[in-house]
């Protein structure tokens, strides 16, 4: 990851990936539980961007 990407991330300009958090939990080595927490939102955040992206996209009334 970029030092520009991170800085991104950090001033929420961007919205981090799965594999972002990831790697950044990684680098800072943090016990594997926290990390499968801090993974878990992360998952459930991207599932819900997704969704709202695609009802956006469809509208409410289409099938």
Same mark, same amino acid.
């Given at each position: 990851m970029s030092? $520009? *990407?991170?800085?991104?991330?950090?001033? $929420? *300009?961007?919205?981090?990936?799965?594999?972002?958090?990831?790697?950044?939990?990684t680098v800072i080595d943090v016990s594997q539980e926290v990390k499968e927490e801090f993974l878990a939102a992360a998952r459930a955040e991207a599932t819900d961007v997704t969704a709202w992206r695609l009802l956006r996209r469809t509208g409410p009334w289409k099938p």
């Open positions: 030092a $520009g *990407k991170l800085s991104k991330i950090e001033t $929420g *300009k961007v919205r981090p990936t799965f594999q972002d958090v990831d790697l950044v939990l």
